[in-house]
């Protein structure tokens, strides 16, 4: 069993399927065999923990966010996922409303697109 996400290349439906192998990739609305693995997208968190990253701009309402941003330093920050339901539905969530980033020491919630990012770190990290 190899779960995994897949898109159909003649419906354009995405969907979640059991196995990588047939019947199980067959589109599960169409039922083309034309579905092929979605890649995590490179170069963004694609799920909770934490990350190396850079700040490169404050989200509106951030305390300070003007001074605080670019940030001087690459630092650890916490990604949460903001989306609560089924993985599948998250599909047509805004990617940028998905996950949320906590800054240490910054109250206001951050977003994916204010960040340059860099490695994840693996469990347990502790500050
Ligand atoms: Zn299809």
Request: glycine fraction near 8%; charged fraction near 25%; proline fraction near 8%.
């Amino acid at each position: 069993m190899t779960p995994c996400k897949r898109k159909c290349w003649q419906c354009g439906n995405i969907a979640m399927h059991e196995d990588n192998i047939v019947p199980h990739v067959n589109c599960k609305k169409c039922g083309s065999q034309d579905t092929r693995l979605i890649r995590e997208k490179p170069g963004k968190p694609s799920h909770a923990g934490h990350y190396w990253a850079l700040w490169l701009t404050a989200s509106p309402g951030t305390h300070e966010g003007d001074q605080l941003t670019p940030a001087p330093e690459w630092e650890v920050v916490q990604v949460w996922e903001n989306f609560i339901g089924d993985p599948c539905e998250a599909d047509g969530v805004d990617e940028s409303e998905r996950w949320g980033v906590s800054v240490a020491g910054v109250r206001e919630t951050q977003w994916l697109e204010n960040f340059k990012w860099g490695a994840f770190i693996p469990e347990p990290f502790t500050h």
